[in-house]
T-cell receptor
Framework: GNSVTQMEGPVTLSEEAFLTINCTYT??????LFWYVQYPGEGLQLLLK?????DKGSNKGFEATYRKETTSFHLEKGSVQVSDSAVYFC?????????FGTGTRLQVFP | EAEVAQSPRYKITEKSQAVAFWCDPI?????LYWYRQILGQGPELLVQ????????DSQLPKDRFSAERLKGVDSTLKIQPAELGDSAMYLC?????????????FGPGTRLTVL
């Protein structure tokens, strides 16, 4: 079946630190992969996506590369800001369904 | 930029009462989704519409939940009667142009608290 596994949080960083949030998936076929971000009390915002192996999605300084050989889609940012504090969800789309991980909370301190 | 609209943003109700949530998708989006997100977890699909037709409601607790999209545009999700375990965020999403399109756009959600 389809599933997504994310690293548990919270991830606590100082401003300007490097961020990695790990995500691995299980799926049949060739899913599309996504990162969504959820700020406190709000809905989910699409952060980036990749639709095939070796694609790199990027947005607002965040990036993730679709790695079929390791079934991973890790989220990275070179220098985080306090405003990046939120919950990040990795997701895959396959067989007409969007399947989410459990989310990883990021806390960035000045 | 077009957005998915939801109302109300917050709802507090007592158990056994009826509640209803409304969603207006991005104009032109044929596919509409309702998700439930329990605190600390990822969203889980409750029901999916293609235009006015339900294409997947396998995870919808049909004894108490109902959803409709009568004219293929906006949609209502109802719970009757509400139970304590229904406390969650209810998210609406839409996608274009038809079933099978992978990118879904989410609204701000309705946070339901059942007392």
């Amino acid at each position: 079946g389809n599933s997504v596994t994310q690293m548990e949080g919270p991830v606590t960083l100082s401003e300007e630190a490097f961020l990695t949030i790990n995500c691995t998936y299980t799926a049949t076929g060739y899913p599309s992969l996504f990162w969504y971000v959820q700020y406190p009390g709000e809905g989910l915002q699409l952060l980036l996506k990749a639709t095939k192996a070796d694609d790199k999605g990027s947005n607002k300084g965040f990036e993730a590369t679709y790695r079929k050989e390791t079934t991973s889609f890790h989220l990275e940012k070179g220098s985080v800001q306090v405003s990046d504090s939120a919950v990040y969800f990795c997701a895959l789309y396959n067989t007409d369904k969007l399947i989410f991980g459990t989310g990883t909370r990021l806390q960035v301190f000045p | 930029e077009a957005e998915v609209a939801q109302s109300p943003r917050y709802k507090i109700t007592e158990k056994s009462q009826a509640v209803a949530f409304w969603c207006d998708p991005i104009s032109g989006h044929a596919t509409l989704y309702w998700y439930r997100q329990i605190l600390g977890q990822g969203p889980e699909l409750l029901v999916q519409f293609q235009d006015e037709s339900v294409v997947d409601d396998s995870q919808l607790p049909k004894d108490r939940f109902s959803a409709e999209r009568l004219k293929g545009v906006d949609s209502t999700l109802k719970i009757q009667p509400a139970e304590l375990g229904d406390s969650a965020m209810y998210l609406c999403a839409s996608s274009y142009p038809a079933r099978g399109t992978d990118t879904q756009y989410f609204g701000p959600g309705t946070r339901l608290t059942v007392l």
